[in-house]
T-cell receptor
C-alpha cells in the first residue's frame, strides 16, 4: 500500500513569506504528526492531529499552525518565515488512536528560507 | 521531561563486524520505542518497534532490546554491510501525548 506522501519535496522561500506543506497519510490512518529536523536541534515535535482535532502541540511559536481534513490529509503552515525555519519537515502517520502502532514517516519537505 | 540520548554519536567499523548502538531515556512511562534509519537528506525508515511490555524484537540481521526499568535500549546489527551506513535514530512514544521524543542519532559508517 502507498506510504506517507509529502509535497512538495523542496521549497525555497524568502524571509517574511508564508508556506504551506502537505501530507497524505497511509490509507486508513487517522493520526498525522509533524516534526521539524535541523542539524542543531535534531527532530522536534510540532503537532499531532487525529480525526481533524489537534491533540498535542510542541513548543513552537504561533507562526506554526496546522490542520487536518476529513480525509485525514494534513497541512502545516508557517507564516512570516525566518531564516531559522530552514529545515526538513517530516510528517508521520499512525493507525491507532494511541501511539501503540508506531509511526510511518514520509520523505519530508526540505524548506530553505533565504 | 523525557530526554533520549544515543551513544556513540558516530561509529565507523569495517564490513562484517557485529555492532551495538545504544539508546537511553530518562522516563520509563513510555508506550513503546522505535528504531529508525535515515539516509542523508531522506525521511525516516522504521526498523523495529518494541512495545513497553516486550523485551526484544528481531528483523533479519537486526535485533532491538528494551529494558524499561533501566531506561535503555540497544540495537544490534549482525554482519554489517556497507549498505547499513546511515544515521540510526531511537525514539520513545510518550504515554498520553501521541508524540515521539527522538535521540540525536548515531551516524554509522561501514567501511568495505
Amino acid at each position: 500500500k502507498a506510504g506517507v506522501t509529502q509535497t512538495p519535496r523542496y521549497l525555497i522561500k524568502t524571509r517574511g513569506q508564508q508556506v504551506t506543506l502537505s501530507c497524505s497519510p497511509i490509507s486508513g490512518h487517522r493520526s498525522v504528526s509533524w516534526y521539524q529536523q535541523t542539524p542543531g536541534q535534531g527532530l522536534q515535535f510540532l503537532f499531532e492531529y487525529f480525526s481533524e482535532t489537534q491533540r498535542n502541540k510542541g513548543n513552537f511559536p504561533g507562526r506554526f499552525s496546522g490542520r487536518q481534513f476529513s480525509n485525514s490529509r494534513s497541512e502545516m503552515n508557517v507564516s512570516t518565515l525566518e531564516l531559522g525555519d530552514s529545515a526538513l519537515y517530516l510528517c508521520a502517520s499512525s493507525g491507532g488512536q494511541s501511539s501503540l502502532e508506531g509511526y510511518t514517516f514520509g520523505s519530508g519537505t526540505r524548506l530553505t528560507v533565504v | 521531561k523525557q530526554e533520549v540520548t544515543q551513544i556513540p554519536a558516530a561509529l565507523s567499523v569495517p564490513e562484517g563486524e557485529n555492532l551495538v548502538l545504544n539508546c537511553s531515556f530518562t522516563d520509563s512511562a513510555i508506550y513503546n520505542l522505535q528504531w529508525f534509519r535515515q539516509d542523508p537528506g531522506k525521511g525516516l525508515t522504521s526498523l523495529l518497534l518494541i512495545q513497553s511490555s516486550q523485551r526484544e524484537q528481531t528483523s533479519g540481521r537486526l535485533n532491538a532490546s528494551l529494558d524499561k526499568s533501566s531506561g535503555r535500549s540497544t540495537l544490534y546489527i549482525a554482519a554489517s554491510q556497507p549498505g547499513d551506513s546511515a544515521t540510526y535514530l531511537c525514539a520513545v512514544g510518550i504515554q498520553g501525548a501521541q508524540k515521539l521524543v527522538f535521540g540525536q542519532g548515531t551516524r554509522l559508517t561501514i567501511n568495505p
